[in-house]
């Protein structure tokens, strides 16, 4: 087990009692220092395989380690590296955030009393009131504040930004890339279906759908990856069997050939113009786009299906 | 500090969003050889981007000798290699003319028509012709607004 993994997950399954199914062989690797982003439609399994990294839910098989162990064999110690903010987190409601810090810091060897009260201000919570009076939005900044300040080297984050107005969303990433440029190998595993509050931050995305995992990359990778190309034929329309590399999709209708093609960012496309007085218009597909291609092109692969 | 600019919708890669800015800085003289960029740490914050995007512009534009990375100390603007300054701006313009001449090929407009008309936007020029440059001056100062 290489410990540049903070994440490490294997052949993961899991199907919840009633019967749906939320894992089917997932397979996830997220190394030390990074900012990944896990992305995926609701009911994709996002939540679950926070949970059962934590040891809150049991797989039915595979692997989940977190910093090299799984959470059920590691010692206390070894949990104080970990922070974890779920979907709707409950804090103790007559506490204000203030007495909060006392109970963390006996938790965390590593917290950061500075840090905690730099991240309440940045995030606008007050200190003093009690929790159970905050409104829930602010509630979950609360909890986004006592995480940061944890000190914990992996962090899990499930839908950190859903409940934020846009000012707290720009407050999350700014405190995400704070942490991310520490130069202290934090790594944050954050899953969201808003692709919005990653695109800057995250440095890698997995994209999960119905229990597995399509892709995993380099968010820089992907963009400028594809590019949407529409080409008008003179005349009848494209020759036959002309179909240039790297089609993800192509459509013919008349004179129109509407295509979507990979080609590094930069490069000319290949075999686009074998006829004369063709017209060609390429535009670029940002990352929204990127993702649902993937979700959607891996779908119609037959091996994918469902066993 | 020069501003940096990313727009993460633009279907390209950030990172060579940055490095674009900096070759248009040190193409048009704004960044002098020797002037130190900002840090790592620094432009990831003002651009509010993972810092190893910045980490990956960086590296591609010391690999392309552009900059250079002086452990401890910081990025700065490479020495530019002799003769090359009319290279440097062509390389910084070449998207966009081929783009410019992509579309006026399609159109079935004529290089030397194409010409014409850049000359009739440029910035502050007044054209001989006695028309054409109200028309420009128009345009830029409906742009300044």
Known sequence: MSQQEAVTIRDLHKTYPKGARALRGLELTVERGRVFGLIGPNGAGKTTVLKILLDLLEPDRGEALVLGLPFRKAPRSHRARIAYIPQSPSLPPDLPLEGLFPLLEALYPRWDPRLAREAAQRLEVPLDRPLGTLSRGIQHRASLVAAFATGAELLLLDEPAAGLDPIGRRAFRDMVVELASSGEGRTLLISTHLLEDLEKVADRVGIMKQGKMLAQADLEDLRGAYRKVQAVFPGQGPPPGFRPPGCLRFQVSGPVVHAVVRCAPGKDLEGWTPVPGVRIQEYPLDLEEVVLLLLEGKEREPEEAVP | ?145
């Open chain 2, 1 to 145: 500090m020069l501003l940096f600019h990313v727009d993460p919708g633009s279907g390209l890669p950030v990172y060579r969003q940055i490095m674009d800015q900096v070759k248009f800085y040190r193409a048009s003289g704004l960044l002098k050889p020797g002037a130190k960029l900002p840090s790592i740490r620094t432009l990831a914050r003002t651009l509010s981007v993972n810092p190893t995007t910045i980490v990956k512009a960086y590296n591609e534009l010391q690999h392309q000798g552009v900059v250079e990375l002086r452990h401890g100390k910081g990025v700065f603007l490479a020495p530019l290699p002799a003769g090359s300054e009319g290279a440097l701006k062509e390389e910084v313009l070449r998207p966009l003319l081929r783009e410019l001449a992509a579309k006026a090929a399609q159109m079935g407009l004529p290089p030397e028509r194409v010409c014409a008309l850049l000359r009739l936007h440029w910035p502050g020029e007044t054209s001989k012709d006695q028309e054409k440059p109200r028309e420009g001056r128009g345009r830029k100062e409906g742009k300044r607004k």
